[in-house]
């Protein structure tokens, strides 16, 4: 039998998941960010990231969302078959300080006291078992009283990330301390960091006791705390998820771990990390970070490419032509073509701002929008009708609800669709259909056990999503 050290039988994995996307763009958007997307591998990035705990001993893990996310995140944990995940909804976004607190005051209540490892969900780590290496060298650290940071060596003067300045040794562990955290740094800076030694990448991996990092942050920042202990206090179970007083947690100053704590306590740790980790944060990264071809192409999909080089071309859905383009990004979605040079990736920022000034959807939602019951894709739409795709999981179930403005008709594509219309109910197979009339209470449900799929075609006045009046959800919806 393997023996286990006790400390790690202690370890709370908590998982990082309210973050937006913005620089993978239009792979990523503001409800589909990037963790989210499966990259250079069948499982997402969240998924890497719970079953990156796999052999290693630690307690079921915490994951941290948003409300926006909350279901597709469940979906993703269910794939995986990752039993007793407790998932925290964020009211709002505060940044990690908030978020570590309210998971941190989850962890005590119940009498014990763990050592949190928070990670974020939108990492690659290489090398796993480095990682539960430099995991268990942190967890002995954390266990006296230390909190701790994962260093990564760096292998190149990046500006993308923030850095560390290694201390003395502490004895005996193979961990330095903290001299101090810097900022972003320009390209001479960075050059220069490389050149000393002496510095890490900051990774925004932590690990801590649960009520040692809440006593430094009572030291440094008792508003925050504060604000996490009211919304603690109006904490609800709601199916699968827990939620806070939203209220109190607007009050919440937004603020990282960093600035909150990290900076300031005199018990900071770096443990050194080198396990292949990158934070997959821009379109070259991701480009570095793929298989390519032998002239240095990344190709994902219905891709032609004739006399190219050091391109990432990703198609999703169309076949994508490209003659003689060296070094370009190229992405196609359902409803976003994208192209920049690799030089130029970090401008996406900028084109995303002026979609959200312009209130252009594309930001938020790819045309693949999930619910708790499934999905639904928005095939066409025009002057008084919109046509759907609608997708529901095996023994999932649509609310019962009516429209005031829109009527529709649903043509059932595969499996079978249980109707409730009126008073009647009806069972739908392949090549059925049946029409909804404006006003009709009704509801959709899928009693096989293969997805179901339909067409959907309304036709109204007004045809948004929010023409809902829902009178019974098996999801708690309102």
Not at 460 to 470: A, C, F, H, Q, S
Request: glycine content about 8%; some cysteine; hydrophobic content about 40%.
């Amino acid at each position: 039998m393997i023996k286990t050290n006790r400390v790690e039988q202690e370890i709370l994995p908590v998982i990082l998941a309210g973050g937006s996307g913005t620089r993978l763009w239009p792979l990523s958007r503001k409800h589909y960010a990037k963790q989210y997307l499966a990259i250079g591998s069948d499982n997402t990035m969240l998924q890497e990231t719970l079953l990156r705990l796999t052999g290693m001993a630690h307690l079921p893990p915490i994951l941290i969302c948003n409300e926006e996310t909350r279901f597709l995140a469940a979906e993703q944990v269910r794939q995986i078959d990752l039993e007793n995940t407790l998932i925290m909804l964020e009211p709002v976004g505060r940044n990690t300080a908030p978020a570590l607190a309210l998971a941190a005051l989850e962890a005590v209540c119940n009498g014990k006291d763990p050592i949190l490892l928070a990670m974020p969900a939108d990492h690659k780590i290489a090398d796993t078992t480095a990682f539960h290496a430099a995991v268990s060298q942190a967890a002995k650290l954390a266990a006296d009283g230390h909190l701790v940071t994962f260093g990564i060596k760096p292998d190149a003067p990046e500006t993308g990330y923030g850095y560390i300045r290694a201390g003395a040794d502490i004895a005996g562990s193979g961990a330095k301390h903290v001299d101090r955290f810097v900022e972003k740094p320009d390209l001479q800076t960075a050059k220069r960091f490389l050149d000393q030694g002496g510095y890490y990448w900051n990774s925004g991996i932590f690990m801590f006791r649960a009520s040692r990092y809440l006593a430094e942050l009572e030291s440094f920042r008792p508003d925050i705390l504060r604000a996490c202990q009211d919304a603690f206090a109006g904490r609800k179970i709601d199916l699968d998820f827990v939620r806070y007083s939203k209220q109190a947690f607007l009050d919440c100053p937004a603020e990282s771990i960093d600035y909150a704590v990290m900076e300031h306590t005199e018990s900071s740790a770096v443990v050194p990390f080198d396990a292949g980790w990158s934070d997959i944060g821009s379109w070259t990264a991701l480009w570095e970070n793929s298989p390519k071809d032998a002239d240095g192409n990344c190709i994902i999909g219905d891709v032609l490419n004739e006399n190219g080089s050091g391109n990432y071309i990703n198609s999703g859905h169309r076949l994508v032509a490209a003659v003689g383009v060296k070094d370009m990004v190229i992405v196609e979605t359902k409803d976003v073509v994208f192209i920049a040079p690799k030089s130029e990736v970090e401008n996406i920022k900028s084109v995303v701002e002026k979609l959200k000034a312009a209130g252009r959807e594309e930001v938020n939602y790819h045309r693949d929008v999930y619910r708790p019951w499934g999905k639904y894709d928005t095939v066409d739409m025009g002057d008084r009708y919109q046509v759907k795709r609608i997708t529901v999981n095996p023994g999932a179930k649509l609310s019962v609800q009516k429209h005031h403005h829109r009527a529709e008709h649903w043509v059932v594509v595969k499996g079978t669709a249980k109707v409730t219309r009126g008073d009647e109910t009806l069972l739908l197979t392949e090549n059925q259909s049946t029409y909804i009339p404006l006003g009709e209470i009704h509801a959709l449900e899928n009693p096989g056990l293969v997805a179901l799929e339909l067409i959907e075609v309304q036709s109204g006045t007004y045809l948004g999503e929010d023409d809902i009046i829902r009178f019974e959800d098996k999801y708690g919806r309102s």
